[in-house]
T-cell receptor, first 113, second 110 residues
Framework: SAVISQKPSRDICQRGTSLTIQCQVD?????MFWYRQQPGQSLTLIAT?????????ESGFVIDKFPISRPNLTFSTLTVSNMSPEDSSIYLC??????????FGPGTRLTVT | GEDVEQSLFLSVREGDSSVINCTYT??????LYWYKQEPGAGLQLLTY?????DMKQDQRLTVLLNKKDKHLSLRIADTQTGDSAIYFC??????????FGRGTSLIVHP
């Protein structure tokens, strides 16, 4: 298994500002993922972050809006840039470990006013 | 249509069994997952089943898979108030990222 922590757990931000979310894993993992969970919706994959290479973004998400860093095998950051109220959501960090098991962090609840 | 479908709500009485259903469309899925999300928390992996199995039991949890109908269910025996949460079904293939349903909110009332 993998234990994942995220910071901050929640934040209220003003429109036009940026927020960087940190994800820390207790073991080395190859693949880390960032998801968005909007109220009443399923999880939407934003991007996959591998150490040593640029993140791979899903359709509808771009690097300028959601830059990601992956400096080592236990840490990643996701920045939500130039925020608008539509970015209000829960952002979840996730990793694959133990073969096909996928684990999630506790999430960062973002509210943009 | 969605790749993974679940009903949005289920209400049960404490002590009864809960059955949460899920259908999926990808016949090449090799793993089917159930996750639990409690209020204000991330997703907790409850259990998963390989597509070559039709049942898996783990204490109060029983997963049934009908691969022909692409139907997955999660049965929780003796449901408790602590089981109140959102339950997500997901399907995946090998190293591919799982596809998640929208989640079923389980409400347990006395």
């Amino acid at each position: 298994s993998a234990v994942i922590s995220q910071k901050p757990s929640r934040d209220i931000c003003q429109r036009g500002t940026s927020l960087t979310i940190q994800c820390q894993v207790d073991s080395q993992v190859t693949m880390m993922f960032w998801y968005r969970q909007q109220p009443g919706q399923s999880l939407t994959l934003i991007a996959t972050a591998n150490q040593g290479s640029e993140a791979t973004y899903e359709s509808g998400f771009v690097i300028d809006k959601f830059p990601i860093s992956r400096p080592n095998l236990t840490f990643s950051t996701l920045t939500v840039s130039n925020m608008s109220p539509e970015d209000s959501s829960i952002y979840l960090c996730s990793v694959k470990a133990g073969g096909n098991e996928q684990y999630f962090g506790p999430g960062t609840r973002l509210t943009v006013t | 249509g969605e790749d993974v479908e679940q009903s949005l709500f289920l209400s049960v009485r404490e002590g009864d069994s809960s059955v949460i259903n899920c259908t999926y469309t990808d016949s090449s899925s090799t793993y089917l997952y159930w996750y639990k999300q409690e209020p204000g928390a991330g997703l907790q992996l409850l259990t998963y089943i390989f597509s070559n199995m039709d049942m898996k039991q783990d204490q109060r949890l029983t997963v049934l898979l009908n691969k022909k109908d692409k139907h997955l269910s999660l049965r929780i025996a003796d449901t408790q108030t602590g089981d109140s949460a959102i339950y997500f079904c997901a399907e995946g293939r090998g190293s591919y990222i799982p596809t998640f349903g929208r989640g079923t909110s389980l409400i347990v009332h006395p």
